[in-house]
């Protein structure tokens, strides 16, 4: 009796993941070199410039003024009717009052005034401006 070779295909049930687990990195390495542009990039604020900054208080509510005139708590866009709304939240949930304002510096002062005026109403007790320090030149 005379065998026959016969080649029995077997399927292919594997699941061949290189190429997905390649995408996948790919993927990931996109997302981290992105992801600080995309933060950073967020709320472009000019600070004024000034001789005595101090350091930042982690505690406060930060609250940006953009010269677009848009208003951001905490990195939260915020409409001028419900910034007081916003500011009671906000205040309730750091457990304080104070607030520092992050305004550019080509904000119209009577914008920056009404803003004041909004924070006053809304029961901020201590207001720190944000500026970047003008470091002094050293004579040689």
């Not at 930060?62 to 007081?84: G, S």
């Amino acid at each position: 009796m005379r065998r026959r070779n016969i080649s029995v295909e077997k399927e292919f049930s594997e699941i061949n993941i290189t190429p997905f687990t390649d995408v996948i990195l790919v993927l990931l390495i996109i997302f981290m070199i992105t992801s600080p542009f995309i933060i950073s990039g967020s709320l472009k604020i000019d600070l004024p410039q000034s001789l005595s900054g101090e350091g930042e208080i982690n505690r406060s509510l930060e609250l940006f003024l953009t010269a677009q005139n848009e208003i951001f708590v905490n990195d939260q866009k915020v409409k001028i009717e419900e910034l007081p709304m916003h500011l009671q939240i906000g205040f309730f949930n750091k457990g304080t009052t104070e607030v520092i304002i992050k305004a550019d510096k080509n904000v119209l002062h009577g914008n920056f005034v009404k803003l004041l005026d909004i924070l006053k109403q809304a029961g901020a007790t201590k207001l720190t401006i944000a500026t970047t320090k003008i470091e002094k030149e050293s004579k040689n």
